[in-house]
């Protein structure tokens, strides 16, 4: 993975994902909106390390262990 690629692309792909995630959990389709949420919320994490934005980095970096708690209950229920 090219870091060009990285930069012309995480930003959509996790905005896909996060917005994927935000209509899954309107349609009360759990767990796997957790799962596309938090992989969106991931993507956006690194695209606000990368680019050094730190509103990005608290925003989307807060919210990784919001989902790690959701991601426990679903495997340790």
Same mark, same amino acid.
Do not use: C, E, R
């Given at each position: !993975?090219? !870091?060009?690629?990285?930069?012309?692309?995480?930003?959509?792909?996790?905005?896909?994902?996060?917005?994927? #995630?935000? *209509?899954?959990?309107?349609?009360? !389709?759990?767990?796997?909106?957790? !799962?596309?949420?938090?992989?969106?919320?991931? #993507?956006?994490?690194?695209? #606000?390390?990368?680019?050094?934005?730190?509103?990005? *980095?608290?925003?989307?970096? *807060?919210?990784?262990? *919001?989902?790690?708690? #959701?991601?426990?209950?679903?495997?340790?229920?």
């Amino acid at each position: !993975m090219t !870091m060009k690629f990285i930069k012309k692309y995480l930003k959509w792909l996790s905005t896909f994902l996060v917005l994927t #995630g935000i *209509l899954l959990t309107n349609l009360n !389709m759990y767990p796997v909106n957790i !799962m596309f949420h938090g992989a969106g919320v991931v #993507g956006w994490t690194i695209a #606000g390390f990368i680019s050094k934005d730190k509103a990005i *980095l608290t925003n989307f970096g *807060l919210q990784i262990p *919001l989902f790690i708690i #959701g991601f426990y209950q679903i495997l340790v229920p």
